[in-house]
């Protein structure tokens, strides 16, 4: 029973260690090297930097002027 859980992980590990050779996961290694490529991966970082920006502002935003409004219907 041991010999054959041992045979189990060893080939579970194995196969986790080949599939990203086998796949070529590595995008930045592979195929970063084309223009378009580089341009995806610079824009998507910009991206994903601006989103959490955009709404945490868009939230300050609404707040103040939610406030505003209420300030302006109790005067």
Do not use: N, Y
Not at 32 to 54: S, V, Y
Request: with cysteine.
């Amino acid at each position: 029973m041991i010999g054959m859980k041992l045979t189990l992980a060893v080939m579970i590990s194995t196969a986790v260690l080949l599939v990203p050779r086998i796949a070529a996961a590595c995008a930045v290694c592979f195929t970063g090297r084309a223009d378009e490529t580089r341009i995806a991966f610079i824009a998507t970082t910009g991206l994903m930097t601006a989103l959490p920006l955009l709404l945490i502002g868009s939230l300050v935003w609404w707040l103040r002027r939610r406030a505003q409004q209420i300030r302006d219907e109790h005067e």
